[in-house]
């Protein structure tokens, strides 16, 4: 093991000389290697051969950088030569020790093996029995020589707090390992036995003091002792005050058998224990019963992270807001143990779309709750809050958005919403809104010329409700604005929306016609068609062109309905349309078994159908069936003009695939069967044409040649596509 050249502290002199020695780069600091380096010198210097292990270093390296700058400065080094040697001298004794009980505890074993040898030459002269007792002793010694591995995992400690004639508090955790109970010769058991906290202890680490800790104190680092198993040990968990080394010394105290901890080490989880107070200053730091430690024994350290997406807030008054989401323990009644915050917005209905992470230990019983705050320039307050907090169960990534209740704090009862989406990723998708023309609009009766564009807009319910209920507008676009159009307007720029999924959404689309100066005006808002989101979704899976008719904001003097010819397409984002059906089906289930729901929520819409006792939606789009491969173009708005196909019927020649299916009669309408319509009766059945006789055909032309009439003979269908068609004009139109 080596003899001790020098137990002594160095001289300062002498230390400044290692400082300057390997302080290669010349700035006035060791960095880790460097200070390895000094290390092995000074473990020459007392007077040992053997290399110290990593971890000793590290720890060593930690301790000494007060100021947790990764680096000794030379303020951090000249501790060694005065008291800073003495803890140095003990670590470095620990080590040889703990070294001399490896090279002791291999020989016993050597020594057991000849002893088992001995027992087996033994049970063959005087019998099994006596063998099996050796034996039995031979364990035992081993059992009570084993090298036990004690990881502690400290998180937090409730019910203390800085005083207020204080204004330092460094809380640490001092976890021992001692032979004998420390509580012998105490007087009383808040009194400080000052023999037993000098040591001498089989096992000791101390843990970091937190930051900027005022009140219960949290910690995120794991302490780690090893030490031989024997009997009469205790582990003696220890929370002193030691600001500068002048603290206020040991707070309060958590004592444990050895055979306590063996049995928490075999099954690790979260458990909350309850320490002994000593007699302090209350004015210093308040204490107040029960004092309770949040740790785990043995084991990983249990981690908790989740993300949570704040998508926005509603109805709040027209100030700047903020959102604050923290994670509380002891199911929401305990102390913020983590708090992020979004970005100020300004309101009623800000947008963050900002993604926040909780990371955390898992206790197991944490609870979140998000704040609304009001802020200026100067400092921010809490407005409002969740009403319910949610539980840590309901924070699983399951990929659905929820939109939650606010309680506001100043008594104003605003009905606040805040809506949060649990997942991985923040949830996003981009809608396309192709629309291509609109028949049966006009800005008022007297006008003959407009500027028409269509507006779509994501409300965060039924926008029809009008003072039953208020809408926020999500997110909004428009087409390009045509100006002086005279006749039925056709759009070429789509509307693309990047939306979220949340439960209740719905999407309005209004025909509009923006005024000469620029002035909006009442009219300027010409018809409207309102559509559930999880039904627009439906529709993007097919990206097909339909016709949906509006509802005129005011009177026209218009024959027909106005209608808006346009189709849905999702084009990009994270999430697929689905989405949306499984939020809304999960918001539908949540409030049918009981769960928390808008008071909202459950109010009939304008324009529902109450069928077998449940609102189902209803509005006036009407879907053509399309089969697959192509697409029904809009039928022309020219009054009086028959399909093609029909006038090629009628004329007796063969109608070609290709128009039958782009070309043919206008299909009837597919209505919903669950909105609780009656099916349509089924169209009647078209009679075909057939040929005239021969004779009657010979009369015809006959009667048609004294009247005028010249008669040319069949004509073959390559005369459609001839520059010579008379007709190729209007069939060109269709």
């Not at 979220?500 to 923006?514: D, H, I, K, Q, T």
């Not at 491969?629 to 022309?636: D, I, T």
């Not at 597919?670 to 006789?693: D, E, H, I, T, V």
Request: hydrophobic share 40%.
């Amino acid at each position: 093991m080596g003899a001790t050249a020098s137990v002594e502290a160095p001289a300062a002199e002498e230390l400044k000389r290692l400082f300057d020695k390997h302080d290669v780069t010349g700035s006035g600091n060791l960095e880790r290697q460097e200070a390895y380096a000094l290390i092995e010198d000074l473990r020459l210097r007392y007077g040992m051969e053997e290399e110290l292990p990593d971890s000793f270093k590290d720890a060593v390296f930690e301790d000494f950088d007060k100021d947790h700058a990764g680096t000794w400065s030379w303020h951090d080094v000249r501790v060694l030569s005065g008291d800073g040697w003495q803890a140095m001298r003990r670590r470095l004794q620990r080590v040889r020790v703990r070294g001399g009980q490896r090279h002791n505890r291999a020989k016993r074993q050597k020594e057991q093996t000849l002893t088992e040898s001995a027992s087996s030459a033994w049970a063959k002269v005087s019998g099994a029995g006596a063998a099996v007792a050796a034996m039995k002793e031979v364990e035992k010694v081993k059992d009570l020589e084993e090298e036990i591995e004690l990881d502690f995992h400290p998180m937090r400690i409730e019910n203390i707090s800085i005083g207020q004639e204080s204004w330092t508090f460094a809380p640490q955790i001092d976890l021992r390992v001692i032979r004998g109970d420390p509580r012998r010769g105490r007087a009383a058991p808040h009194e400080v036995n000052e023999a037993v906290f000098k040591g001498p202890f089989v096992a000791q680490v101390v843990s970091k003091v937190p930051r900027g800790t005022t009140q219960d104190p949290t910690w995120s680092d794991s302490l780690h002792v090893t030490f031989t198993k024997a009997k009469g040990l205790y582990v003696h968990i220890i929370l002193s005050d030691n600001r500068f080394g002048v603290g206020l010394g040991p707070l309060t105290e958590l004592l444990l058998t050895l055979g306590e901890v063996l049995d928490m080490l075999r099954s690790p989880s979260v458990r909350r224990l309850q320490m002994q107070p000593f007699t302090v200053d209350q004015t210093k730091v308040i204490i107040r019963p029960p004092v309770v430690l949040v740790a785990q024994f043995g084991g990983p350290r249990p981690s908790f992270q989740r993300f949570v997406h704040v998508i926005r807030a509603e109805s709040l008054p027209e100030e700047s807001f903020l959102l604050e989401v923290e994670l509380l323990a002891n199911n929401g009644d305990g102390c913020v143990l983590v708090a992020q915050r979004t970005d100020s917005q300004s309101g009623p209905d800000p947008v963050y779309h900002h993604s926040l992470c909780l990371d955390w230990d898992d206790e197991g019983d944490m609870a979140v709750n998000c704040k609304v705050m009001r802020t200026s320039l100067t400092s921010s307050e809490t407005f409002a809050e969740l009403r319910e907090k949610l539980p840590q169960a309901a924070l699983e990534p399951v990929g659905r958005s929820e939109r939650l209740e606010m309680r506001c704090l100043d008594g104003t009862g605003t009905n606040a919403e805040v809506s949060l989406h649990f997942a991985d990723v923040m949830p996003e998708m981009s809608l396309n809104i192709t629309i291509s023309s609109a028949t049966g609009l006009a800005p008022k009766s007297e006008a003959w010329t407009f500027n028409p564009f269509v507006e779509a807009c994501v409300f965060s319910r039924d926008p029809r409700l009008g003072s039953l209920g208020r809408a926020a507008r999500v997110v909004f676009g428009q087409t390009e604005i045509l100006s002086n159009c005279h006749s039925d307007p056709h759009w070429e720029q789509p509307i693309v929306l990047k939306i979220v999924p949340e439960p209740g959404l719905f999407l309005r689309l209004s025909a509009c016609s923006e005024a000469a100066l620029g002035v909006t005006r009442a009219w300027d808002e010409l018809a409207e068609v309102v559509m559930e989101m999880p039904e627009v979704m439906k529709l993007a899976q097919g990206s097909v062109e339909r016709k949906y008719t509006m509802k005129r904001l005011f009177e026209m003097k218009r024959h027909g309905d106005s209608e808006l010819f346009m189709s849905f397409a999702q084009v990009g984002g994270n999430v697929a349309a689905a989405a949306f059906e499984r939020t809304a089906a999960a918001h539908a289930t949540r409030t049918r078994d009981g769960g928390v729901a808008s008071p909202r929520a459950g109010r009939p819409v304008q324009g529902e159908l109450m069928a077998s006792g449940s609102p189902t939606s209803k509005h006036t789009a009407v879907q053509l069936p399309i089969a697959g491969g192509y697409a029904l173009p809009p039928q022309p708005s020219i009054q009086g003009l028959q399909p093609l196909a029909q006038v090629l019927t009628v004329h007796g020649q063969e109608v070609p695939d290709v128009i039958a299916q782009l070309y043919g009669p206008p299909q009837q309408p597919r209505y919903l069967q669950s909105a609780g319509w009656p099916a349509p009766p089924p169209p009647p059945a078209s009679a075909k044409p057939s040929p005239l006789p021969p004779e009657e055909l010979s009369l015809a032309l006959s009667a048609g040649a004294k009247a005028g009439a010249q008669v040319k003979g069949n004509v073959p269908m390559s005369f459609f596509s001839l520059p010579g068609n008379p007709h190729l004009a209007w069939l060109a139109r269709r």
